[in-house]
Nanobody
């Protein structure tokens, strides 16, 4: 059984930075696709960034150039470095994992989910 635990959320002012971490317990090998999603109140959960099993990084257009996803397979940790944060980035951020990577930013492709960590950006 895979469990995911996010940390690193918080409140920052616009233009600030945060780094989210997702610690995975259970087996998460390099064949797993891992991703970050976010969900703002009243909105659908949307993919933010994915680190594919092939070693590629995929980003939503809204975060390209500002966010960086990385993974440490030896430690089973996924990171999301978020720079130049804006109020529209305010959301609950979730870590997700799936065996295989057919739709890297599609929430339906992921079986395992963390509980989320809140990110709030004030103007």
């Amino acid at each position: 059984q895979v469990q995911l635990v996010e940390s690193g959320g918080g409140s920052v002012q616009a233009g600030g930075s945060l780094r989210l971490s997702c610690a995975a317990s259970g087996y998460i090998g390099s064949s797993y696709c891992m991703a970050w999603f976010r969900q703002a109140p009243g909105k659908e959960r949307q993919g933010v960034a994915a680190a594919t099993s092939a070693g590629a990084s995929i980003y939503a257009d809204s975060v390209k150039g500002r966010f960086t996803i990385s993974r440490d397979n030896a430690k089973n940790i996924l990171y999301l470095q978020m720079n130049s944060l804006q109020p529209e980035d305010t959301a609950m951020y979730y870590c997700a994992a799936a065996l295989g990577c057919v739709f890297p930013l599609g929430k339906g492709a992921y079986r395992y989910w963390g509980q989320g960590t809140q990110v709030t950006v004030s103007s």
